[in-house]
């Protein structure tokens, strides 16, 4: 299987090889980036000044050519009446997206963490937690599976890497 990685906008530096190193660890997949392409602009809602995640998606299916192709961006998402999502995946698709925009807030939601190693490890978390939605797994019950939901990082951060033994059998 291959993912296509399709960098949107403008990335930290290191997002990318995290997320490429990442995918190979966990699901022994060839990993394909591609250029970076511009953030959509009918993607971008006036209303919430965000953008609409599945919009993001559809970049990264028009321009992945994998089985799977997964769009990183460092804009601010929002799926539906959620007012903001770290990453969006359909059920068995071929498309997803994380955003590392919301993923430098500390635990409490203040302001940006200092700690590198915390944002790249959450990284790692929600590409996981994405891609896996496309290759089938649900959210998990367990609050350490990276599977499970996670509306905030202090969730994220409780989380393993790695799906849980259940998880990891449907895979």
Same mark, same amino acid.
């Given at each position: 299987?291959?993912?296509?990685?399709?960098?949107?906008?403008?990335?930290?530096?290191?997002v990318?090889?995290?997320?490429?190193?990442?995918?190979r660890?966990r699901?022994?997949?060839?990993?394909?980036?591609?250029?970076?392409?511009?953030?959509?602009?009918?993607a971008y809602?006036?209303?919430?000044?965000?953008y609409?995640?599945e919009?993001?998606?559809?970049?990264?299916?028009?321009?992945?050519?994998g089985d799977k192709n997964?769009a990183?961006?460092? *804009?601010?998402?929002f799926?539906?009446?959620?007012?903001?999502?770290?990453?969006l995946?359909?059920?068995?698709?071929?498309?997803? *997206?994380?955003s590392?925009?919301?993923?430098?807030?500390?635990?409490?939601?203040?302001?940006?963490?200092d700690?590198?190693?915390?944002?790249f490890?959450? *990284?790692?978390?929600?590409v996981?937690?994405?891609?896996?939605?496309?290759?089938?797994?649900?959210?998990?019950?367990?609050?350490t599976? *990276?599977?499970?939901?996670?509306?905030?990082v202090r969730?994220?951060?409780?989380?393993?890497e790695?799906?849980c033994?259940?998880?990891?059998?449907?895979?």
């Amino acid at each position: 299987m291959r993912i296509d990685l399709v960098p949107v906008g403008e990335l930290e530096d290191g997002v990318v090889g995290t997320s490429r190193e990442v995918l190979r660890e966990r699901y022994g997949v060839e990993v394909v980036t591609r250029s970076s392409v511009a953030v959509p602009d009918q993607a971008y809602d006036r209303s919430s000044g965000q953008y609409n995640a599945e919009r993001i998606i559809d970049v990264a299916e028009s321009v992945g050519h994998g089985d799977k192709n997964l769009a990183v961006t460092d *804009v601010d998402i929002f799926y539906r009446q959620r007012n903001f999502v770290f990453g969006l995946a359909y059920l068995d698709g071929r498309g997803c *997206v994380v955003s590392t925009n919301r993923l430098r807030m500390t635990a409490d939601g203040g302001h940006e963490e200092d700690d590198g190693e915390t944002f790249f490890d959450r *990284v790692r978390k929600e590409v996981v937690h994405e891609v896996g939605h496309t290759l089938g797994l649900r959210h998990c019950d367990k609050d350490t599976c *990276v599977m499970s939901f996670s509306p905030t990082v202090r969730e994220v951060d409780q989380k393993y890497e790695r799906p849980c033994r259940g998880c990891s059998r449907d895979v």
